[in-house]
Structure formats: C-alpha cells, structure tokens
C-alpha cells in the first residue's frame, strides 16, 4: 500500500512539471496571483497602486542605493502594500524578479512574456539582483 502512495506521488509530480513547461512554453503566461499587476482581457497591466512603488525599489537598487536607504525612501513616499502595510525588507527584496521585466526564468534562461507590461526595463532588473546579491554578501556575519 505503501509503495502505491509513493509511486502517485511521483506520477503527480511528473505530470505537474510537465504541465508547468507546458503552460509557459507558449510565450503567455497566467497566475493565480502576480503583485503588481492586474489582469486585463487576457493581459497582464501594472497596477497604479502597486507599480510606483516595485519601479522605485528596483531603480533605486539598481543606483546602487542600500535596503535601508529603499525602505526609507518608501516610507517617505508614505507607499503600502496590498495589506496596507509598509514595505518590510522581506517584500522588497522579494520584488527583485525577472517578471516586473517582463520576463521569467525558464530552465535558468530568462525568457519573454507576450502578455505583460514590464514595469522595469531588463538591465535595472539586472543591476538591482547584483545590488541586492553585493549586499547580502556585506550583510553575513564573518
């Protein structure tokens, strides 16, 4: 009975990774749920509540500026998130994503998404994840 449970799982497993290549493949993309944006005729808008905000995160980021300089600049602009509370670091280092670009990581590759506005261009996405990725290196205990 064991080994039949297992042997599901794996089977629900496969089925669910190839229907994810499958999904994306296409050059559409569609989420349950994506920050940021709202979903229009089949098409993936910025939201004007949410999208000055995720803009402002990754090009300050991108300038080299520091998380507590972000959060403080945030803070100024009085911006909130969808619980209407501030922007903990968690949530803006979780808004440094490939699809604010207009793009998602497929198989290590960053790839298009026809469907989508970006909010960012693809090289201050890029020089933000380097920002963030220099300084979680300063931030570690040595």
Known sequence: MEFIKALKNVITKQKR???VRAYYSSGT???SR????RLVRGHYEPDERFAP???TINEMLAAGK???ET???LDEMKARDS???RYSFARITALIRPI??????QRGKLVGVKNLTPIVTLEIYRKAKKQLKLESKNLLPQ
Do not use: Q
């Open 71 to 73: 959060k403080a600049a």
């Open 29 to 31: 993309v569609f989420m």
């Open 83 to 85: 619980s209407n509370n």
């Open 66 to 68: 520091t998380l507590l």
């Open 34 to 37: 994506l920050f940021g944006y």
């Open 100 to 105: 604010y670009a207009g793009y998602i990581e």
């Open 53 to 55: 905000a995720i803009k």
């Open 17 to 19: 990774k190839a229907g």
